[in-house]
């Protein structure tokens, strides 16, 4: 009996330092905990098996004290054979893709602690097993029956999680809502919508729905545009000013190569998608405005206007063309339509082929430097040069101008304007609008803001500018003066 007791204080002992050591290591010392979990399980084993407590075999009998820890010792050694079997597969046995999964560990854990907890009852307490398990089987079946819905959900959970068609931290399409993953557990998983709110989808539902994973694969998330256009409108015009779209907007990749595709016609319309990609999940939706915008450019641009919802579409006269132009340029917005037309009326029309050299930086020439230019129709690039390299600034479509500052301050732009598309340039002279600006002063007053703005953009993007000579004149040297007075003040200020 005293070496019962022993036994007994012995394996307590084990079990209680295997518990210590086990919270003492700490999650940093995995290896280490899991290796004194073996040495402690395989002492308690050989103390075990020395002793006349063998947990293949009821406890000894003696005192009812000494009966009930004997008892309680062979329980714990089960107990610990449950823990380092878990721990065992948790770690090293299963594969890779099963350990990374928290519900197929957490199952398997179940269905080893159930195993450990029957086998105990037979061998130690000598419960009768079979009437046990028959039991058992019956209250499964009538427990199986009051939650068959959240069955449901934890198998088809398993299943999603075994199949990995998402993780936590995707964005996808589950049926016909789209969101985050932010959870996935037994019962459901998680979604955080584009509006900020959780949605939670039962794993029954998610398994049964088609599945449309936007993060894989990475780096590559495509971008839809949907335009309705009039039928009457040349096909071909249209996926030109399309594909012209995709060229200017810096932001879509470009492999894979955008496309452009009729989808369905009406007796009202034919619809068009534009298909493009970009390589952050989080720029999606500026990458879909900016191809709105440029799409509504360069369609108008070619003579294309999109198909209102109501009604029938109403083209503008190709003759106002130049004025909307002309109204795009933040610093003559402040002129009316009539002095607007006026100007147009001098706009000079330059044609360029793709890869020809619009504006080069090393050119004297003071007319084009001191000019107006707004692009009518197709892409430009801006690049300067850099620390020895060529470096693209900028990419402009019609409506775009350059040279601002240069009109009525007389900046020299230090970038070159290269044509990547046929491209048509207007040219408005700084001659043409210093007349209607001396008619009109405070035109010009309110002008100054507006340039001053534009000047510090210009210098953001191509550095401090050369003034080039201009003509000489009373009203000329005042904004002049006026001009750079304010520009000084901006950098004051910064």
């Keep these: 009996m005293g070496h019962l007791k022993t036994d007994i204080a012995l394996g307590l002992t084990l079990f209680i330092l295997d518990f210590i050591a086990w919270r003492v290591l700490g999650n940093r010392f995995e290896r280490t905990r899991l290796l004194a979990r073996f040495a402690a399980f395989f002492t308690l084993t050989a103390v075990l098996m020395n002793s006349e407590l063998n947990p293949l075999e009821p406890a000894p009998q003696g005192t009812r004290p000494v ?9 714990l050694w089960w107990l610990h054979l449950a823990i380092v079997a878990s721990a065992t597969l948790a770690s090293r046995a299963l594969p890779r893709a099963w350990i990374r999964d928290q519900l197929i560990r957490d199952i398997i854990r179940a269905v080893i602690f159930v195993g450990a907890a029957v086998a105990a009852f037979a061998h130690v307490l000598e419960l009768p097993v079979r009437g046990l398990l028959a039991t058992s089987g019956a209250v499964a079946v009538v427990l199986g029956l009051a939650v068959q819905s959240t069955l449901s959900d934890v198998f088809s959970g398993v299943v999603l999680n075994a199949t990995e068609p998402f993780g936590v931290g995707d964005w996808v399409f589950i049926g016909e809502i789209e969101g985050e993953v932010v959870e996935s557990n037994w019962r459901a998983t998680t979604l955080m919508n584009p509006h900020g709110n959780i949605v939670v989808i039962p794993n029954s539902v998610a398994a049964k729905a088609s599945i449309v994973n936007q993060s894989r694969p990475a780096r590559i998330h495509g971008v839809s545009l949907l335009l309705e256009i009039a039928p009457q409108e040349h096909a071909g015009k249209i996926v030109e000013a399309l594909r012209h779209t995709t060229i200017g907007a810096t932001c879509i990749l470009e492999h894979p190569e955008p496309r452009v595709k009729a989808l369905r016609a009406t007796p009202h319309s034919i619809q068009y998608e534009l298909v493009a990609f970009v390589d952050d999940l989080s720029t999606r939706n500026h990458a879909r405005n900016v191809l709105f915008d440029l ?122 304007v290269r044509a990547l598309t046929s491209v048509t340039m207007l040219l408005l002279s700084k001659e043409t609008l210093t007349p209607i600006l001396q008619q009109h002063p405070e035109i ?49 200020e910064r």
């Design 444 to 492: 010009a007053r309110r002008m100054c803001g507006a340039l001053a703005r534009q000047m510090e953009i210009d210098e953001s993007i191509f550095g401090r500018q050369t003034v080039m000579p201009g003509p000489t004149g009373d009203f000329t040297d005042w904004l002049l003066e006026r001009l750079q007075l304010l520009h000084e003040f901006i950098i004051r």
């Design 295 to 416: 799409a509504q450019r360069h369609l108008e641009a070619a003579g294309i206007r999109l198909r209102p919802l109501v009604g029938e579409v109403t083209l503008a006269s190709e003759a106002d063309f130049p004025v909307r132009l002309l109204r795009r340029v933040e610093m003559l917005d402040a002129l009316g339509d009539a002095k607007l037309a006026e100007l147009a009326q001098s706009l000079e029309a330059r044609e360029f082929q793709a890869g020809q050299i619009i504006l080069d930086c090393a050119g004297e020439c003071v007319e084009l430097h001191q000019a107006l230019q707004i692009v009518a129709r197709g892409v430009t690039s801006v690049t300067a040069t850099r620390a020895g390299k060529e470096v693209e600034l900028r990419r402009m479509s019609p409506g775009d101008a350059i040279g601002q500052s240069g009109i009525l301050v007389g900046a020299k732009i230090d970038g070159t």
């Design 67 to 75: 009966h009930f820890f004997a008892q309680l010792v062979e329980l």
